[in-house]
């Protein structure tokens, strides 16, 4: 069973930062990428971010948070997200994803329904 746990969620304000982290419980699945997605009430969930570890480039993000967001990794399991210039239109839950082989990491969006792993998602607000 691989487990993935979110944590760094909260409050803030347009223009501020908050940090996420993200620790999955099998480095085995954390070998080949990671990644990062939010969903709001109402909406389908979004693809953020991938840590794309033996992949053709090393990062990916969506159009919306480039130049805002950087997504690393911390440790051999542990992947984080920096979240720089909050805007209100990022609060949502957060998921951190994980695959269950190299063949379901993507280099660009990566499709939800190619995720295997999903943690139970950490809450981010942020006020205008």
């Known amino acids: 069973q691989v487990r993935l746990a979110e944590s760094g969620g909260g409050s803030a304000q347009a223009g501020g930062s908050l940090k996420l982290s993200c620790t999955i419980s099998?480095?085995?699945?954390?070998?080949?990428?990671m990644g990062w997605f939010r969903q709001t009430p109402g909406n389908e969930r979004e693809w953020v971010a991938t840590?794309?570890?033996?992949?053709?480039?090393?990062t990916y993000y969506a159009d919306a948070v480039t130049g805002r967001f950087v997504i690393s990794q911390a440790a051999r399991n542990t992947m984080s997200l920096q979240m720089n210039d909050l805007k209100p239109e990022d609060s949502g839950l957060y998921y951190c994803?994980?695959?269950?082989?190299?063949?379901?990491?993507?280099?660009?969006?990566?499709?939800?329904?190619?995720?295997?792993?999903w943690g139970q998602g950490t809450q981010v607000t942020v006020s205008s």
């Open positions: 994803a994980a695959p269950s082989s190299r063949k379901s990491c993507y280099a660009g969006t990566w499709p939800v329904r190619r995720v295997e792993y």
């Open positions: 840590l794309y570890i033996d992949g053709p480039v090393p």
């Open positions: 099998n480095h085995v699945n954390s070998r080949w990428c």
